[in-house]
């Protein structure tokens, strides 16, 4: 059986609810994350200040429309919410203990630490949002669209260590280019289509506990840490490029260097 280890915004508790409907889930636990639409009163650019806001409502309306329809099956499994920064937190470890899981995957909680990682009694595993080792790190479903490589929005699964989404590669899934798409549709979009594979893969995962294949991240690739985001890189796909990166790219036959068979597809 799993144990669950999220946050609490809209994608996160879609791919937690479909995977408590698989029926595989023992328990679950919520980390609150920050909020939702951050305040945009720190910028001092009046300009700037609205495509803040214009980013995350678009953000919000994507997430409404990809995440709201989910079947409120956390009744059916023991869960516990805890604060922003407190997943491992002792009433966590006590928690995770207590439930005994198998196998444990996290998506969207804040980095777990090493004794949180152990408490699976046979593997730990993380859901990223990005496409490792290329775009490791956060804001990894903005910066594929920012480098006008919107084809390198993805998800990869891979087994939790000490270094951030650098862990042997599970499964990886690549966003499919969809005329009309801006950069939170495309988000969306890739992340419905991993749940899906999600929801058979858990069965996989589980009968194959004892020895996941996976494989080691072949580069360093790129990890995006939070203080290289600043407002202004907003400028490039609202104003120069209107959000239809995605269109631009198929309209130019602008692809990246990277691969399909580059990628991990678990197949066991």
Known sequence: MLG???????RHLFLADKLISTGFVKCWVIETRENFVPDSSF???KDLGNLFDIHFQKREESEKFWFSKINNTSKDVKSLT???HEQNSDEVKKFLKHHSCDLIISYGCHLLDEEVISLSNYDSINIHGGLSPWYK????????SYNLEPELTGMTLHKLTKKIDGGAIIHQTKADLVSGDGLHMLAG?????????MEGLVPKLLENKQSISSY????TGRL???????PEHLLMIY???EDRVVDYCLDNSITSNVKDSDLIYYTS
Do not use: A, D
Request: hydrophobic fraction near 35%.
């Open 4 to 10: 669950l280890i999220t946050g609490n915004h809209p």
């Open 43 to 45: 910028i001092k650019n």
């Open 82 to 84: 805890v604060g922003e």
């Open 137 to 144: 790190g956060i804001i990894t479903h903005f910066w594929p």
């Open 189 to 197: 979009r890739v992340v419905t289509k991993f749940v899906k594979e």
């Open 216 to 219: 080691e991240q072949k580069s």
């Open 224 to 230: 995006w840490t939070g203080n290289m985001w600043r």
């Open 239 to 241: 104003k120069y490029f």
